[in-house]
C-alpha cells in the first residue's frame, strides 16, 4: 500500500496564518475493516472558513485539533472497499481533509455523476459554495425580478455563482472585486452588469453611478471599508447575507463604521453558516448542476499541484491571489 | 378666542443640538372651517426619534421644514368641533405638534377611553412607544418561553414595557439603564430579573453573570459601546430588534467594534420603525391598553409644565436625564 501524504495544524496563527503553522507528514495507509472504503483524493477545496478553525475559542465549529489532518472537502476516486454502497471506481465528493488517501466509513461520501458536470465543480459551483451562494441569495436577500444585488469578492468561487444566479432571476448583478482582470471576468464571462474594482476605484461613487436606483441586496463576502461603503447605497427594507467578513480574519476585527443605516433604511442583516441549513442542498445542487451543465452558470478555478502546495496556496487565497475557485490537485 | 404658543424649527443642529435650535411663537388661533375640530393639548409626547427629523438630508422620514411648528404626538380634549366624529368633551391622542393647540380635519385624530387608563398612558406605554415595544419583541425578536431578552434605555418608555411583555411571555429579562436609581426601578417595579447600570458596571462582564445562557433576544435603542458589549454574549441564531441608535444621535455616527459575531453567531439584526407597521397598531393597543388597565405593565412619567420649557426636556432626554417617558404638560 502506498503511503499517504497530510498536512496538520502544526501550531496556531497569532495574527497572520503563515506556512509555519502547517507541518506536511508522510504516514502509512492502514489496512480497510469491514464496512470502510478507501478515497485517493484527486481535489482539495480551499476555503475562508478553514482560517476560522486554525483559531482556539468561541466560534461557529468546533476548532481543528492541533496535529490533526487539517479539515476540509475533497473530490476523488473510490479505489478499495469494504462498503456495500460502494465500489473502487465511484466518484465521490467528501470531507476527508488536506490529505492524498482518506478511509471513511461512508458518513458524508456523496457519489457524484460526472457525465456533465466535472468532478472538481463539486466542491465549487456545484457543491458547498454554490449552495451558499443559492441560500444566502434565495432565502435571505431574496430579491425580487428587477432588483439590484451587490457581491463582494464577485469572482471568487462563491460570489460568481450569486451574481450569476441573481441574473438568472432577473436581477440587476453588481459585483466588487479586486482588480481589472478580475472585474472584466466578472463583466464579461459571467455577465454581469457591472464590476467595482475596490483597489483602484471608490466603491461608494462608483456603486451610485452602476445601482442608480440603490441596491435591494448584498451578500458580504468580504466586511470592513468596502461594506462600508454599500451600506448608504441600500434601499429601504434591503437584506444583507453575511456569509463572511474575510478582511478581518487575519488580525483585529473591523468595525462596521455607521451602522445607523441599518435604522434610516430598515436593513435586515442575518448571518449564515450553509452547514446548518442540510434541508436546502438537495434542491440548491439540482438546480446548480442543471445551470452548470447547460452553460448558465460559469466559474473559474485556481489550481494549486500537490499537497506539499496547499498551505501556500491557502494563505494566498486569504489575500486575493487566487482567480475564482482556489483547489489543490491531488493525483 | 385665546392664542396659541407653539414652539418651531428655528436652525437645524450642527453636532449637539441646544435650545437655540427652537423659537417660541404666539399666534391667534384661527376660526373653525366645516369638516375642522380644535384640540386643546394637554399632553406633548417628546420621542428621541425627533432628533433625526431635525436634520437636513436623507432618514427615514422627510426632515422637519425650518420654521414649521415641530412635530410631535399630543393628547387633549377636544374644545370645540365642525367635524361630524367628534363633540366638544372628546378625549382624543393626535399628532398636532409642539404647541397648545391644534385644529385638524379629524385624520389621525383618535378618540381614546379614559376610564381606566390616563389620558397621558396614550403617548406611552399604550401608544407609540408601547406599540414600538410590542413590534420589536414579538415580530422580530419572537422569544420563546424560557428565553432571554435583553433591552436597553430600560427605564425609557419603550424599554420598560419590551421588559414587562418579555416577562409576561415567560422569559428572563435583563435592562441596561443609566444609573442605581433606574436599575432599582428597573428590578424593583417593573420586576425585571436583573438590570445593569452602564455608567458604573462592565456591561458585558455583567451581563455573563445574568444571563449564565446567553441572550437570545436585544431590543437596541442605544448603540454604541453597549451594543458592542452585548454582542459577544448572543447565543446562536439570536435576534435583534434595532429601533434607536440614541448614542450616535447627537454627533458622529458610532461604530460597531466587532461584527463577525453577526456571522459567528448567526445573528439576525433588523432595523424597524413602527409608523410602518400600522397593520399591527390594533392587536397591539388591545392588548396593551388590558395590562396597563390590570397593572400588569407599569410605567413611570417625567413630566415638564410649559410648551416654553419643552426644548430644555427634549434636550435632557437626549442625554438620558428623563426617568420614563418624558411628557410636556399643556394644560
Known sequence: MATNRRIVLASRP???????????????LPALHPG????????????PYMRGRMN?????????????????????????????????GDQVVA??????????DGDGVFKVDTRQVPLSAYLGAVGM???????????????????????????GAVGSVVGQLAK???????????GTEKCNYVTQELKFDGCIDYKSEDVGKRLKELAPDGVDGYFENVGGAIMDAVLPRMNAFGRIALCGLIAGYDGAP???????????SRLTLKGFIISEHMEIWREALKELGAHVAAGRIRYRET???GIENAPQAFLGMLKGANFGKQLVRLA
Open 14 to 28: 497569532k495574527g497572520a496564518a503563515s506556512t509555519s503553522n502547517f507541518r506536511l507528514e508522510e504516514v502509512p
Open 36 to 47: 470502510q472504503l478507501l478515497v485517493r483524493n484527486h481535489w482539495l477545496s480551499l476555503d
Open 56 to 88: 482556539e475559542g468561541r466560534s461557529y465549529a468546533v476548532a481543528q485539533a492541533l496535529d490533526d489532518v487539517m479539515v476540509g472537502d475533497t473530490a476523488g476516486e473510490v479505489i478499495e472497499s469494504r462498503h456495500p454502497r460502494f465500489t473502487a
Open 95 to 104: 470531507r476527508l481533509g488536506w490529505q492524498e488517501y482518506g478511509v471513511s
Open 129 to 155: 459554495p454554490g449552495v451558499t451562494a443559492w441560500y444566502g441569495l434565495n432565502r435571505i436577500i431574496e430579491p425580487k425580478h428587477g432588483e439590484t444585488v451587490v457581491v463582494s469578492a464577485a469572482s
Open 168 to 178: 438568472i432571476g432577473g436581477c440587476r448583478a453588481i459585483g466588487i472585486a479586486g
Open 254 to 264: 473591523i468595525p462596521i463604521g455607521n451602522p445607523s443605516w441599518f435604522l434610516i
Open 303 to 305: 489550481i494549486a499541484n
